[in-house]
């Protein structure tokens, strides 16, 4: 009953390599040492968050991704972020308030993956967006206390 | 497949709307290809019985818009409504477990999207894929406890005679004959 074919093995291979490499591993570590973010590089289709386990993961994002309900919300504002992504980086804000920002890796001309930044809150949140947060919350069946 | 389901158009990927349904997300992209391998879009007119208590259960369904209602037999005179189902929620549980028949009738109450999952063939990938078994198990289960907590609560109703037993909305139902 499968529709169109999945994104080829190859190139999830290739970024299961890129991602074990050496020079990524160091990139990363850096990258995430001087900014507090986590950095991620993922295949075409990934279907959790990009960021889940890492040191630099934020929590709230770790909360979202125990309840399928929300990560579903997360995982569909990240998904039109790399629907939207062309040969460009391309930025979403999720539901929740946070930013998003997928960077295409090109082998020739093909997109083979994303380098992911994100889980970002870029302002303090004022209490209409602490209001919209707990709706989408409770959308979600999870109960907002205070 | 009963004459009565809808195939619908996909709009995006099925593997797609099936890794990013709020009762799916979460699953391992092998997880995600064994589901979408038995996973098909369908849609449901207003009125349409989805299925029928005592008939076989050999699939569910996740709703992707719409509402759908749970009633309890029509034995005991007028069907009474046990839940009512939307937007992002498992339709269907009697697939998992013997004696595989349903236990309640599903009725669209609005023009519903759903996703339609053969549990024939998920039941082979679950004896198969213990990781796709426990995840589907972990994501039913308060489904399924909700379901029956809201089936003693209308039982509770009934006998204590706080419950008015209102007749389900009519539908012409003979069109979808």
Known sequence: MADTPAVPDSSKQLIDTLRRSRLFRDYERVFSEATGLALAIRPLEFWQLAHHGKKHENPFCALLAENPATLSVCLRAHQDMIDHTGVLPHTVTCPFGLTETAVPIKLGEQIVGYLRIGQVLRHIPAKMNTTKVSRELQRCGVRVYG | ?177
């Open chain 2, 1 to 177: 497949m009963k004459a009565e389901i809808e195939i619908e158009p996909a709009i995006e990927p099925m593997r797609t709307r099936v890794a990013l349904h709020p009762f799916l997300a979460g699953m391992n992209r092998s997880q995600v290809a064994l589901l979408t391998d038995c996973a098909m879009a369908v849609h449901f007119e207003k009125g349409q019985i989805i299925f029928r208590e005592g008939e076989m259960a050999n699939r569910f369904y996740l709703i992707e818009t719409g509402k759908v209602v749970l009633e309890s037999s029509e034995r005991l005179g007028n069907p009474v409504i046990i839940d009512t189902i939307g937007r992002g929620n498992l339709l269907g549980w009697s697939w998992m477990f013997p004696p595989y028949t349903w236990r309640l009738t599903a009725r669209a109450v609005e023009p519903t999207s759903a996703i339609f999952f053969y549990g024939t063939i998920l039941r082979e990938y679950c004896e198969r894929d213990c990781s796709l078994r426990y995840e589907l198990f972990k994501r039913m289960a308060p489904v399924m406890i909700k379901r029956m907590q809201a089936a003693r609560l209308k039982m509770l109703g009934i006998q204590s005679g706080v419950e008015v037993l209102k007749p389900s909305p009519v539908v012409d139902l003979s069109e979808y004959d």
